[in-house]
């Protein structure tokens, strides 16, 4: 339920309201607006008769609100979320550049990746260090150690770190990292969600592969309800009847998004595809669709690559691409 | 009839539910009622009905007669629809003033807004004005703030004269009721029935057969125990054919056991008959 309130709000009327909700289990959340100050309320509220709360003096309007995310909805909260990290925004009209290889395999290969992206234009590095593989033979991921290398490219060229967290006792692993990615197959761990809600860190929430959009809200909305707001979603790419690519990327969910939630909307190509051929035109495709960002795997060795080589792009077709993707937000903004 | 105290004595403090918005009589009548009153604000009578119902407000603060213009008849139907009871009631001097925007003088003003009431209490300071256009607001201090917010100098509201401060307006006249005696009578509503210290004053509403000595021997029942009488009237019951609602209120308290066992006898009889409370009623000049 949303509660539009009166210009000017007496502060002392407003707060009778919030400690009356209060009574029966319902934060509340102040969103002051350009125009207009809004009350999100949030938790049972069938109970609440929306005559009563109309009729009162600081009240303009009520709204119910039918969609079961209330901290991730739009309603809520009607301009863009601009999630800070560190000097680099992203949402809000802020584009965020994300690239590097799906796993760090040594302090060469990612620190090499990581001078290539950053001359290319990207504000942030990615690189698997725990990597959830279908096969318990692949490749796991060089895990803690490679959580040490990352930190050690962020200090070389000044980029910002993301990389993905498999189960919370890895957490104080992060301390460095900018951004924490939680992959498509852990989107429904809600425990992982809840305890990733605790802290302040941005988090990218990856939308699992069997997901639907208001799924992904959902878990948007785990993570937000325990007091973590920085919340940046990402299309992955879904898994469909049709094999000629990886996955289905789902670029409508981007528009879609964008109505539904204030939350900055990512989308990852590379695994979206799964073939380097097709990334740069579904990269540029996700910033016509309204995309704030894009997360893109970069290797200077595809064909050796210990994780997913046949999706990434070498570094000199990601500067390409990183420079047509400038020119296209430039015309995107005219 | 069961009284059903919520607290030792009259509490001090509580959530109120008032009609209008700051600056309304329902505040200062509310403030002399409560020492420490918790004021929320709603649109409308009925709604501060309803606030009481649902229980978001303990209390509700209403106006219920003025001196000069006698009953508001909505708030004696919504008691009779609610089935509340009065816990207290005060009676507060009104004194209305002319606001308007800062630097307005008299002959700028084209429209006066208040609350119906307000503009009948000042109708002779009213009528030696030319060409006004009188709008009726739903409450004085609402119409005070319109009056601010809109910035216009073509109108002003009136008011109580507190109302200046509060909404950054400027009194062009003061004291401008037909009646230096002007009173409001405001009544304290609550779900139970609570009868605290001092309760003197019992209000009741009832119905009698359309016969001969009726209302007679109903009020004589009254007067043979030496009770006053200090009020009655009659409204209209809805959708019945010219039959009354009598509305009485008397010097009496529950604590003489004579009363109990009438009102029992009462509430038994096929007229209907509706206990409203035992209070206490206390003279604020405002």
Redesign the interface.
């Known amino acids: 339920m949303v509660i539009v309130l009166k210009?000017n709000p007496?502060p002392e009327?407003v707060k009778?309201?919030e400690r009356?909700l209060a009574g029966m289990n319902i934060t509340t959340r102040i969103i002051e607006g350009m125009s207009s100050t809004v009350m999100g309320l949030i938790g049972d509220t069938s109970r609440v008769?929306i005559?009563?709360i109309r009729?009162?003096?600081?009240v303009e309007s009520v709204q119910r609100i039918q969609e079961p995310y209330k901290r991730a909805n739009r309603k809520f909260h009607k301009s863009d979320s601009v999630i800070s990290v560190g000097d680099v925004k992203i949402g809000g009209g802020h584009f965020a550049l994300i690239a590097g290889p799906c796993s760090v395999e040594s302090r060469e290969q990612i620190i090499g990746i990581a001078k290539d992206v950053a001359a290319s234009g990207a504000q942030i590095l990615r690189g698997g260090a725990f990597k959830p593989r279908t096969s318990p033979y692949a490749f796991q991921g060089l895990r803690g150690k490679g959580i040490e290398l990352l930190v050690e490219a962020k200090k070389e060229t000044g980029l910002k770190i993301i990389t993905e967290i498999m189960e919370i006792s890895q957490l104080p692993l992060f301390e460095e990292v900018d951004i924490i990615q939680v992959g498509a197959r852990n989107m429904q761990n809600f425990e992982l969600l809840k305890e990733l809600g605790k802290c302040q860190k941005p988090i990218l929430l990856k939308r699992g592969l069997s997901n639907t959009i208001q799924e992904l809200l959902m878990s948007a909305e785990y993570i937000m309800s325990e007091g973590n707001e920085n919340v940046i979603l990402c299309e992955r790419g879904i898994r469909t009847f049709e094999t000629a690519t990886r996955n289905t990327l789902d670029l409508s969910c981007v528009p879609v998004l964008n109505s539904q939630t204030h939350l900055p909307v990512i989308v990852d190509p590379s695994h979206g595809v799964g073939i380097a051929d097709y990334v740069r035109p579904m990269s540029l495709a996700a910033v016509a669709a309204g995309a704030d960002g894009l997360i893109i795997e970069v290797h200077n060795d595809p064909e050796n690559a210990l994780c997913d080589g046949l999706q990434s792009i070498k570094p000199d077709i990601f500067a390409e691409l990183s420079a047509k993707i400038n020119e296209l937000i430039l015309i995107l903004r005219k | 009839m069961k009284v059903n105290n919520k607290y030792t004595t009259f509490p001090q403090s509580a959530t109120i539910a008032c009609q209008g918005t700051q600056g309304a009589y329902s505040q200062f009548a509310c403030e002399a009622t409560f020492q420490k009153p918790n004021i929320m604000y709603f649109e409308n009578f009925n709604a501060v009905f309803n606030a009481v119902d649902k229980g978001m407000c303990e209390y509700g603060i209403l106006p219920i007669e003025n001196s000069l213009h006698g009953s508001v008849s909505e708030i004696l139907d919504l008691m009779s629809k609610y089935n509340f009871y009065i816990v207290r009631s005060a009676k507060l001097k009104i004194n209305h003033s002319l606001l308007a925007n800062h630097g307005v003088i008299s002959p700028q003003i084209k429209e006066i807004y208040s609350h119906e009431q307000a503009l009948a209490q000042c109708s002779e300071f009213i009528g030696n004005l030319k060409n006004i256009k009188i709008v009726e607001f739903s409450n004085t201090a609402a119409a005070a703030r319109m009056v601010s917010e809109s910035g216009r100098r073509d109108i002003a509201a009136i008011a109580n004269p507190r109302c200046a401060q509060l909404y950054n307006l400027s009194a062009i006249s003061g004291d401008i009721q037909n009646n230096a005696n002007n009173y409001t009578k405001f009544i304290c509503i609550s779900k139970d029935l609570q009868v605290y210290d001092n309760a003197n004053l019992i209000s009741m509403a009832f119905s009698v057969a359309h016969k001969q000595g009726a209302l007679y021997e109903f009020l004589s029942k009254f007067a043979e125990r030496g009770i006053n009488l200090t009020k009655i009237e009659s409204r209209p019951i809805p959708g019945k054919d010219f039959e009354y609602m009598f509305y009485t209120e008397m010097e009496a308290s529950i604590n003489n056991p004579e009363i109990p066992t009438l009102i029992s006898h009462l509430e038994e009889a096929p007229e209907s008959f509706k206990f409203l409370g035992n209070y206490s009623q206390l003279t604020v000049d405002n």
């Open positions: 210009e007496n009327q009778n309201l009356w008769e005559e009563l009729s009162l003096d600081v």
